[in-house]
């Protein structure tokens, strides 16, 4: 059985990308704030296993605890292969820094940078036993480097994520991590981004199910352990 820890997966690139892995011997790790009912039922109609967990990455001391019961759902005996895809983040602040209300850079630094480490710390911890293939695929994106106002949170988090899988990539050689910006994609996110960039409005959107395609392409087919790079 392969395993998948998807985080995000109630609406957008996430849930596109759990529609994608709804296959025979596979074994689906959902984690959002919303539950989304329809990939459970979808999931039930195919009779693939999918466990929901509902709960709020902004809750990173809690993240340690969510690993161990998500660790519990596995029959360790069949694990073929497991992975975490760390896709779940906010763009909120969107705002210049001046304004911005200093409960939402700390929530937004615990869901975009802290939560995918500490998710990737429980993983190797909890997996270490298991001789098996293991990876994680963090989800980045193009505006870690390519900097414009009123994202400062954004590049930065996503700039800290690149940073953290490059390095976690120089020490760890029995799990494998990757990166991987998507283009723009039409989803709540990128909506919610351009609400000040009128140029945005002009840029052509992926549709999620096309993000979802590339981003397990690179999973699966062309992984490069400790890199990031550019999904389309
Ligand atoms: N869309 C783009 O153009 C684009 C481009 C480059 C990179 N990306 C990256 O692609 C990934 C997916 O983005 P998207 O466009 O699909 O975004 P989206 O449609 O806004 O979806 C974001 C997902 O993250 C979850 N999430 C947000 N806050 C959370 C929290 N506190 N706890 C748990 N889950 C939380 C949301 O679920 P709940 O609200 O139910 O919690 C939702 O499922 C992100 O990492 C984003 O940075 C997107």
Redesign the pocket.
């Known amino acids: 059985m392969k395993y998948f820890i998807i985080?995000?997966?109630?609406?957008?690139?996430?849930?596109?990308i759990v529609q994608k892995l709804l296959k025979p011997n596979h074994h689906l790790i959902c984690?959002?704030?919303?539950t989304?009912s329809e990939l459970i039922a979808l999931a039930n109609s195919r009779n693939i296993p999918l466990n929901y967990f509902e709960?709020?990455?902004?809750n990173v001391h809690k993240i340690e605890e969510l690993m161990e019961k998500i660790m519990q759902t596995m029959d360790e005996a069949s694990v073929e292969s497991i992975y975490l895809i760390?896709?779940?983040?906010?763009?909120k602040p969107v705002e210049l820094l001046d304004l911005s209300d200093a409960d939402d850079i700390i929530?937004h630094m615990?869901?975009?940078l802290i939560?995918p480490m500490i998710l990737s710390s429980s993983f190797i911890k909890n997996t270490r036993h298991l001789e098996v293939d293991k990876r994680i695929l963090n989800?980045?994106?193009?505006?870690s480097f390519n900097l414009k106002a009123m994202l400062s949170c954004?590049s930065t988090s996503?700039a800290g994520l690149e940073t953290f899988t490059k390095a976690v990539g120089v020490e760890q050689n029995n799990v494998k991590i990757m990166g991987v910006?998507?283009?723009?994609?039409?989803?709540?996110?990128?909506e919610?981004?351009i609400s000040t960039d009128e140029q945005a409005y002009k840029v052509k959107?992926?549709k999620?199910s096309y993000?979802a395609d590339r981003i397990l392409s690179f999973l699966f087919d062309r992984f490069e352990h400790g890199k990031v790079v550019k999904?389309w």
Do not use: C, H, W
Not at 55 to 58: A, E, G, P, Q, R
Not at 139 to 143: H, T, V
């Open positions: 985080t995000g997966s109630s609406r957008g690139i996430g849930e596109a984690i959002s704030r919303r989304n709960f709020d990455l902004n760390n896709n779940a983040a906010v763009v929530q615990n869901i975009n939560a989800i980045s994106s193009g505006l954004y996503k910006r998507p283009g723009a994609v039409d989803t709540q996110m990128y919610d981004s959107l992926a999620p993000a999904g």
